[in-house]
Protein backbone atom coordinates (compact mmCIF):
# COMPACT_ATOMS: atom_id res chain seq x y z
CA UNK A 1 0.00 0.00 0.00
CA UNK A 2 1.15 3.72 -1.14
CA UNK A 3 0.78 6.44 1.44
CA UNK A 4 1.43 10.08 0.42
CA UNK A 5 1.63 12.47 3.44
CA UNK A 6 1.99 16.53 2.97
CA UNK A 7 3.29 18.01 6.02
CA UNK A 8 2.91 21.79 6.42
CA UNK A 9 3.73 23.91 9.14
CA UNK A 10 4.08 27.65 10.20
CA UNK A 11 7.18 29.96 9.89
CA UNK A 12 7.01 30.47 13.54
CA UNK A 13 7.55 26.87 13.94
CA UNK A 14 10.47 26.19 11.24
CA UNK A 15 12.93 24.48 11.98
CA UNK A 16 15.71 25.97 9.80
CA UNK A 17 14.36 28.90 12.64
CA UNK A 18 13.72 27.49 16.13
CA UNK A 19 16.02 25.19 18.10
CA UNK A 20 13.79 22.90 19.69
CA UNK A 21 12.03 22.09 16.40
CA UNK A 22 15.04 21.78 13.68
CA UNK A 23 16.10 18.80 17.31
CA UNK A 24 12.93 17.56 16.97
CA UNK A 25 12.82 17.01 12.99
CA UNK A 26 16.62 16.12 13.05
CA UNK A 27 15.84 13.14 15.63
CA UNK A 28 12.58 11.66 13.41
CA UNK A 29 14.64 12.39 10.04
CA UNK A 30 17.85 10.23 11.66
CA UNK A 31 15.51 7.38 12.79
CA UNK A 32 12.89 7.39 9.78
CA UNK A 33 14.37 4.47 7.96
CA UNK A 34 14.97 2.35 10.97
CA UNK A 35 11.52 3.33 12.55
CA UNK A 36 9.69 1.94 9.52
CA UNK A 37 12.04 -0.87 8.67
CA UNK A 38 10.85 -1.66 12.26
CA UNK A 39 7.37 -1.91 10.88
CA UNK A 40 7.70 -3.61 7.59
CA UNK A 41 7.32 0.27 6.10
CA UNK A 42 9.92 1.20 2.99
CA UNK A 43 10.90 4.59 2.80
CA UNK A 44 10.09 5.80 -1.38
CA UNK A 45 11.30 9.21 -0.59
CA UNK A 46 11.06 12.48 1.37
CA UNK A 47 11.21 15.38 -0.19
CA UNK A 48 11.02 19.59 1.16
CA UNK A 49 10.02 23.06 -0.09
CA UNK A 50 11.50 24.90 2.13
CA UNK A 51 10.02 28.39 1.00
CA UNK A 52 6.53 27.23 1.51
CA UNK A 53 7.15 25.16 4.45
CA UNK A 54 6.20 22.03 3.09
CA UNK A 55 7.17 18.49 3.16
CA UNK A 56 6.15 15.30 0.77
CA UNK A 57 6.41 11.61 2.14
CA UNK A 58 5.66 8.61 0.23
CA UNK A 59 6.20 5.18 2.39
CA UNK A 60 5.26 1.46 0.97
CA UNK A 61 3.78 -0.05 3.84
CA UNK A 62 2.53 -4.09 3.89
CA UNK A 63 -1.12 -3.20 5.97
CA UNK A 64 -2.95 0.07 7.29
CA UNK A 65 -1.65 -1.60 10.56
CA UNK A 66 1.80 -1.61 10.05
CA UNK A 67 1.72 2.06 8.38
CA UNK A 68 -0.23 3.23 11.86
CA UNK A 69 2.11 1.96 14.02
CA UNK A 70 5.02 3.30 12.27
CA UNK A 71 3.38 6.82 12.42
CA UNK A 72 2.64 6.21 16.27
CA UNK A 73 6.38 5.77 16.84
CA UNK A 74 7.27 9.05 19.42
CA UNK A 75 9.63 10.13 16.83
CA UNK A 76 7.31 10.49 14.63
CA UNK A 77 4.16 11.39 16.53
CA UNK A 78 6.82 14.31 17.74
CA UNK A 79 6.83 15.83 14.24
CA UNK A 80 3.81 15.70 14.19
CA UNK A 81 3.02 17.98 17.02
CA UNK A 82 4.23 20.70 14.64
CA UNK A 83 3.19 19.87 11.76
CA UNK A 84 -0.19 19.60 10.35
CA UNK A 85 0.20 16.21 8.13
CA UNK A 86 -2.45 14.61 5.80
CA UNK A 87 -1.64 10.96 4.56
CA UNK A 88 -3.26 9.51 1.30
CA UNK A 89 -3.81 5.80 0.31
CA UNK A 90 -2.58 5.83 -3.33
CA UNK A 91 -2.99 3.11 -5.86
CA UNK A 92 -0.24 2.92 -8.91
CA UNK A 93 -0.32 2.61 -12.45
CA UNK A 94 -0.92 -0.37 -12.86
CA UNK A 95 -3.41 -0.84 -10.23
CA UNK A 96 -5.65 1.83 -12.32
CA UNK A 97 -4.97 -0.18 -15.67
CA UNK A 98 -6.16 -3.15 -14.24
CA UNK A 99 -9.50 -1.16 -12.54
CA UNK A 100 -10.03 0.40 -15.86
CA UNK A 101 -9.96 -2.55 -17.51
CA UNK A 102 -12.18 -4.49 -15.30
CA UNK A 103 -14.93 -1.90 -14.98
CA UNK A 104 -17.77 -1.98 -16.92
Known sequence: ???I???RHSPEVCP?????FRKMTLDAADKL???AKKHGVKVIGVWNV???HLTY???DAP??????KF????EMSAWDSFNTTEYKMAIGLEEIKKMLKQAK
Open 1 to 3: MIY
Open 5 to 7: GIG
Open 16 to 20: AYNEK
Open 33 to 35: EGL
Open 50 to 52: PSE
Open 57 to 59: FVF
Open 63 to 68: SQEAFL
Open 71 to 74: GMEP
